[in-house]
């Protein structure tokens, strides 16, 4: 069991406190896997996955007040988190992973919960392996979109061969303070509402990671694979793989949300054959950090 001398406990706000953190071997690598603390050995299993520049960590909140009812673990992809990167960082390889720390970790169907990319990679796993899912909840997932936004253009740029490491170099050499504000604004619909404690293990966990080596590369494969996805064929498109899934699946968009355009919600509601929509007006792309309490809530009715 590995230790990261986080404090936990009474007066600590739910997104500052730590899960417990071991090492399970997936893919070729030692994947860190987080388990939330408390959970009776007999609940539910549940598997929390984290989008593109993110990290277990994203669950902490959410994966605390639903211990009484879900037994969750949240793992570091490769590439990103704590965990090296192993080959390929796309939503499909990312799927594969999944599959196999299912079958390894918990060999039964699991509510599964995916942010971002990790969203886009939990609708690839639903529709590959339904055995292995007994719900879906997508916060703010990353399915392709036919408007062209500024996030778009983002990963476009990042995605181009040459103009990618370019773009990258660039933001790196800025003061870590001002690309930690920038990370700010750019996840959460009011940065100033995030809580001191939580912003402080926000702000350590990526400075932390600012000196992993394989950050860029990552970062560059996460942005190629959701643009491939965005231009795949439509029988072949993520679009595709939702239509599939006959498990319940709870949509959450933020209003505030700026690198996911949450006007998609009515084509995504549309698009899953048993969908439940929750929209957040005052959210933006992280409203299991930023308002874990109604994730919890929205979640909890899906499954009564």
């Known amino acids: 069991m590995e230790s990261y001398g986080a404090v936990t406990g009474a007066g600590v706000p739910l997104g500052a406190q730590e899960w417990p953190a071991r090492r399970v071997p997936v893919d070729g690598v030692d994947l860190l896997v987080r388990d939330a603390p408390g959970a009776a050995a007999d609940l539910p299993p549940a598997l929390f996955v984290h989008g593109l520049g993110g990290s277990s960590l994203n669950w902490t909140a959410l994966g605390l007040l639903l211990n009484d009812t879900v037994r969750g ?25 999944l599959v196999e720390l299912l079958e390894r970790e918990i060999k039964q169907p699991a509510h599964v919960f995916g942010n971002s990319m990790g969203g886009a990679s ?35 740029a990042l995605a ?85 899934v006959e498990c319940p699946v709870l949509l959450i968009y933020g209003g505030k949300d700026r690198l996911v355009d949450p006007r998609i919600r009515t084509k995504a509601q549309r698009t ?14 992280v409203a299991q950090m930023e308002h874990p309490q109604q994730v919890e809530r929205a979640f909890r009715q899906l499954i009564s």
């Open 272 to 285: 899953f054959p048993n969908a439940h929509l929750l929209y957040l007006p005052s959210s933006g792309h």
């Open 73 to 97: 673990i949240a793992p570091d992809l490769p590439g990103f988190g704590r965990t090296p990167i192993a080959g390929a960082a796309g939503i499909n390889e990312q799927a594969a992973v």
């Open 122 to 156: 939990a609708v690839a796993l639903a529709a590959q392996r339904p055995d292995l899912v007994a719900s879906l909840t997508l916060i703010s997932p990353a399915l392709p979109h036919p408007r062209v936004s500024a996030s778009a253009l983002w990963f476009a």
């Open 160 to 244: 181009t061969p040459r103009l990618g490491p370019v773009v990258l170099q660039r933001s790196r050499r800025l003061p870590f303070d001002q690309r930690f504000r920038a990370s700010l604004a750019m996840v959460f619909g009011d940065p100033h509402s995030v809580a001191p404690e939580v912003r402080a293990t926000y702000e350590a966990e990526l400075r932390r990671r600012d000196g992993d080596p394989w950050v860029g590369q990552v970062t560059v494969e996460g942005a190629k694979s959701i643009l491939r996805s965005s231009l795949a064929p439509p029988r072949r498109s993520l679009w595709a793989d939702a239509a599939k």
